[in-house]
Nanobody, 124 residues
């Protein structure tokens, strides 16, 4: 069992930055691939970024490539999402999720555990 708790969301102006954190409980965190997803009002949840269990491999959605960076610290059971050059269209609830296969997946059905989400609002 893995429990995930996100933090770091908030209100920021366009062009600004935020760093989201997701802390996981459980001793098996380091074996899980981790993903960040987001859901904007009236839209389906979408993949944002993923990182393999070791942290050696990452993958970003085209919409955030070059602006967002996913990373992890297995010693702290934490995964991060550094978000720079934020745009109003980045406004959404952001979720972290854990996938026991350890491999980056885009499809949310692979992810077994989810956090409660943190709101990110970007004003123009």
């Amino acid at each position: 069992q893995v429990q995930l708790v996100e933090s770091g969301g908030g209100l920021v102006q366009a062009g600004g930055s935020l760093r989201l954190s997701c802390v996981a409980s459980g001793r098996t965190f380091s074996s899980y691939a981790m993903g960040w997803f987001r859901q904007a009002p009236g839209k389906e949840r979408e993949f944002v970024a993923g990182i393999s269990w070791s942290g050696r491999n990452t993958y970003d959605a085209d919409s955030v490539k070059g602006r967002f960076t996913i990373s992890r610290d297995n010693a702290k059971n934490t995964v991060y999402l550094q978000m720079n050059s934020l745009k109003p269209e980045d406004t959404a609830v952001y979720y972290c999720a854990a996938d026991r296969t350890g491999v980056i997946r885009v499809e949310e059905t692979w992810y077994e555990y989810w956090g409660q989400g943190t709101q990110v609002t970007v004003s123009s």
